[in-house]
């Protein structure tokens, strides 16, 4: 027999939600799978591709900045399609965002370098980079806020966290396939080779876009709406009752009709999100103790191992290969004690030790030894950084109410995002130049990002099992 979720009046089936699940997980696989090819091949293949006429460097400080392009677009797309989430539905949004990846990311793979079409090629591919970014900026958030709506309460946290598997999925999907590659002989993988994973990509988008034009619509969404029908059909009731008494007293004096329309009923309104912007605030903090450690950990550490340990580039990239698998075990085990012991109490035990961690990680990298290295990285993304990420699914949905929940999420992860994993490779890097590759501003950026979000936790209520059809902010 099917399992049925209740919501207000709208029901779904345990098939609904393992289907929304996958729709998700396939959706930031997808995601995170199209912005690490377009990493890599930044920084191997664009340089002579689509900037044959720089200098070496000049044309890989070039690239990266076609790859920093898709970043700015993020915010803005998190902007607009949110409001759509909110206005016509999670699901029609969640349709166009993957279209607008998946095609964007097939037409990089079908695009003329500078040889064939001169000027025109960077061009076109900065635009196909905004277009991915745009429909990235409110995918990993819409899918969130999908599933987190669609699961029960008592289980939120482990079934919200099976989006953030899609990140380690994508990163070791495009990693592998940039190894493969990697096989080719150099004249074959400038040529077509680099081009085979984005054109191929478009298979994930056909997948993904059959199972989500065949998704029922979020239950809260739905909930939602109803209460606003109820609510719209009382009001025109009243008015109408409003306009016959109006009409029975014409007869009475002003100051009869005056008592009247003050002792008339108040109009009954869709209730309205009270926005005190401290929600907004919170959820920003939460995902600046995540992304600035993502940022520092899965890219600025990995070339300061090269750069400032002169170590082998291998050690770093085994790493986070091993963290990624490990992940698949801690972010489920991460929302499932969320759903034990509390979001609160969860993202702080996570923030707190990823904040005492830091200095202890960095000194094991000063050894220079491998293993040592190795491990402080491993322990760094799969226990700090994928928890926090795993918990963030459900947390930051709670704290919102359900009328404007889409928008206010994914600008919060955004601009967060930005503000935090954008910023701090740069930062960092700037820090090692001014204190001459002294390890200690790295560790202190590191404790700032994860001091953030423990701060917040102080400050953010505990939401585990609200009511996600809650018009208000949990705070």
Do not use: H
């Not at 349709?95 to 076109?124: C, E, H, R």
């Not at 130049?433 to 002294?438: E, G, P, R």
């Amino acid at each position: 027999m099917t399992a049925t979720i209740q919501i207000g009046a709208t029901q779904r089936s345990s098939k609904d939600l393992i289907r929304t699940a996958v729709s998700g997980w396939l959706g930031t696989a997808m995601e995170y799978m199209d912005f690490q090819l377009y990493s890599l091949a930044a920084a191997i293949i664009f340089p002579k591709i689509f900037f044959p006429n720089f200098d070496p460097v000049v044309g890989l400080l070039v690239a990266f900045l076609t790859y920093g392009v898709g970043f700015l677009a993020r915010p803005v797309g998190a902007w607009f399609f949110g409001r759509m989430g909110d206005r016509v539905g999670r699901k029609k949004v969640l349709v166009a965002t993957i279209m607008m990846m998946g095609v964007s990311t097939m037409l990089i793979g079908f695009l003329p370098g500078y040889a064939q079409i001169g000027l025109a090629a960077p061009v076109i591919l900065v635009l196909l980079r905004l277009a991915q970014g745009f429909g990235a900026g409110a995918e990993l958030s819409g899918a969130s806020v999908m599933l987190a709506e669609y699961a029960p309460p008592r289980k939120r946290g482990l079934i919200a966290s099976f989006v953030c598997l899609g990140t380690n999925s994508g990163t070791l999907l495009a990693s592998g396939l940039w190894v493969l590659l990697t096989l080719l002989p150099e004249e074959a993988l400038m040529s077509w080779g680099w081009r085979l994973p984005f054109i191929a990509s478009i298979g994930i988008t056909l997948y993904a876009l059959w199972m989500r034009r065949n998704l029922k619509e979020s239950p809260v969404f739905e909930a939602t709406r109803e209460q606003d029908a109820a609510a719209a059909a009382g009001s025109a009731a009243n008015s109408t009752a409003a306009v016959g008494q109006s009409t029975a007293l014409s007869t009475k004096t002003q100051s009869t009709k005056t008592q009247a329309a003050k002792t008339q009923p108040a109009k009954t309104q869709p209730a309205q999100t009270k926005r005190k912007g401290k929600a907004f605030f919170l959820a920003m903090a939460l995902r600046i103790g995540e992304s600035g450690n993502s940022a520092m950990i899965q890219t600025f550490l990995i070339g300061y191992i090269v750069t400032g340990l002169s170590m082998n580039k291998s050690v770093g990239t085994f790493a986070l290969l091993i963290g990624s698998f490990i992940g698949f075990a801690t972010v489920p085990l991460a929302g499932w004690l969320s759903d034990k012991i509390g979001r609160r109490t969860m993202y702080r035990a996570l923030s707190g030790f990823q904040m005492l961690f830091a200095v202890p990680a960095l000194l094991m990298m000063q050894s220079r030894d491998p293993f040592l290295v190795s491990l402080a990285l491993i322990i760094g993304l799969s226990v700090s950084v994928l928890g926090m990420f795993s918990v963030q699914s459900a947390y930051v949905n709670e704290l919102f109410g359900s009328r404007n929940r889409y928008t206010q999420l994914a600008l919060a992860k955004e601009i967060g995002g930005v503000l935090s994993g954008g910023l701090a490779p740069i930062i960092a890097a700037g820090l090692l130049a001014l204190f001459t590759n002294s390890w200690w501003p790295v560790a202190a950026m590191m404790v700032l990002y994860s001091a953030i979000a423990f701060v917040a936790t102080f400050l953010a209520p505990e939401t585990k099992g609200r009511d996600l059809t809650l018009v208000e902010d949990a705070v």
